[in-house]
């Protein structure tokens, strides 16, 4: 249950820092043709799907092993899919650091 309630803080704020970046570039003065001609904000756009992309797929994980505990089925995790879900958390930590 914890690590479930984590991952949901973490899409949560996630969600947040991406809708305020949004308000950022449709709302102040600069408007988006000022964003839309700088390459940093492309590559800031980029890094957001790539994590997106990248913690997709422990969220789902995380959600049916979650799901499948409330309704008695849960059953413990392969060594291969915790490499795996290891694997990929280890690449966020360093793409981020």
């Not at 309630?5 to 305020?20: E, K, Q, R, S, V």
């Not at 003065?29 to 799907?49: R, S």
């Amino acid at each position: 249950n914890l690590v479930a309630n984590a991952d949901i803080g973490f899409g949560l704020w996630g969600a947040l820092i991406t809708y305020t970046g949004y308000l950022r570039v449709v709302s102040t003065e600069k408007g988006f043709d000022f964003y839309a001609h700088e390459p940093i904000f492309w590559l800031k756009i980029a890094f957001v799907g790539i994590f997106g992309a990248a913690s997709f797929f422990n969220t789902t994980q995380v959600i049916k092993r979650s799901v499948a505990r409330r309704n008695g089925n849960f059953e413990p995790m392969s060594e291969a899919l915790a490499n795996r879900m290891i694997q990929i958390c280890n690449a966020e930590i360093v793409a981020i650091g």
